[in-house]
């Protein structure tokens, strides 16, 4: 891979939205994850104002080592760096939404994350002009591993073309810190979750497949069925054809 190149390409294509649209910089959920720095290292290399919001909710990693590598990256890219606690925005939600239905489904309430999250940057980015960047990659997309309306909202994505193992290698090119790039994926959206447990595939398994095609027969299954499912939540709300 030419590392520059692919690099100089993104910012390059993020300069440009930001001029076409008049937007004055970027804002981005700044979680610590590979993603998430990735992004904001390469709208930095675009322009001055990004700004990365750090957003606890509920999980004690995201006030521990997901707080701790999102305020090192910001110090060391020069990223402009904020704090907002949405544990009791959460919790105030808990109570208003639990007396409308008897189930418990455990996911229906940790999706509240992300999508508390993503009240907060299209907050900040209308009040400030900016853009808000996405922070998912290929494999995540590819995989439905999304909350839709939530981290799967955006006004532009830099990297939701390249695999996880693309993002890691880009990482390592720009000198990311070790202790961010070599840590186990996870969305934080409960304590111990982690994104391969999650998808039930390793992110070697798909993204062989994805950049290769080579793949087991149950890998292929199960990444092709996983795809297929989550078709509804790469796209908007479908409108009545004429």
Known sequence: MDYEKIVMARVKWIKDLLAESGAKGVVLGMSGGKDSVLVGILCR???????????????????????????????????????ADLTPAKE???????????????????????????????????????????????????????????????????IGDLTATEVLELLYYLDCPRCIVEKAPSAGLFEGQTDEQDMGITYKELDTYLLTGDATKEVREKVDGAEKRAEHKRAMGRVFPK
């Open 92 to 158: 105030a939600m808990e109570k208003i939404l639990e007396p409308l239905d008897e189930s418990k489904t455990p996911m229906a309430y940790a999706n509240i994350n992300p999508r508390l999250r993503m009240i907060t940057l299209y907050n900040y980015a209308q009040r400030k002009g900016y853009l808000v960047a996405g922070t998912g990659n290929r494999s995540e997309i590819t995989m439905g591993y999304f909350t839709k309306w939530g981290d799967g909202a955006c006004d532009f994505n830099p």
């Open 45 to 83: 290399m675009a322009t001055p104002n990004v700004t990365g919001i750090i957003m606890p909710c509920q999980s004690k990693r995201n006030y521990g080592e997901d707080r701790d590598h999102g305020l090192l990256v910001c110090e060391q890219y020069d990223i402009k760096v904020l704090e």
